[in-house]
């Protein structure tokens, strides 16, 4: 069931039908790391607290169960997986914002070099890039080509300080 509905809240009786309560939070955590776990025990252990808190519990509560407890628990956790959504919706727009072709970056400069390859792809089929190793050459010249004339050829990337002599006369 906790596959198919993939809820964001759990609460976990350590005493299964089938004893595994600890190897059921492990897997549940490992299908998805998001999910709070909410442990409950028939008694208080100080060691299976930790070790449940260690696994990934979010909290250990003993039986009988104090309900207003429970419901501000829950309250604030349905508050901060609203937070943590609306963080990731805003993270990925900013990433689909400062993303162009591959190339992720908030920088003015870069900003203003995306602006450039923008204007220059549609026009060229041939461009030269210059610059240090590592400063995202190959990444401007698959976004020209991309953006170019030439998009609908294969996008083949040659190292040609890589080529040595011996090759030039075979």
Known sequence: MFLQSHPSIVILGLATPKGDG????????GV???????????????????????????????????????RNRLGNLLMEGAIRQKTYGLEKKLLEAYQFEGIV???????????????????????????????????????????GPGSAGEFVVCNCSALVESLESA
Do not use: W
Request: charged share 20%; aromatic share 6%; with cysteine.
């Open 22 to 29: 600890e190897n059921l939070l492990e897997r549940m955590l």
């Open 32 to 70: 998805d790391p998001g999910v709070s776990v909410i442990v409950v025990s028939e008694f208080y252990s100080a060691d299976l607290a930790v070790a449940a808190i260690e696994s990934g519990a979010c909290d250990y509560l003993t039986k009988p169960i104090d309900v207003q407890r429970l």
């Open 105 to 147: 970056s908030r920088s003015p400069l870069m900003l203003e070099i995306f602006t450039k390859i923008r204007r220059v792809a549609p026009h060229f089929r041939t461009a030269l890039v210059t610059g240090p190793t590592g400063a995202g050459k190959e990444l401007v010249a698959k976004a020209l080509h991309n953006l």
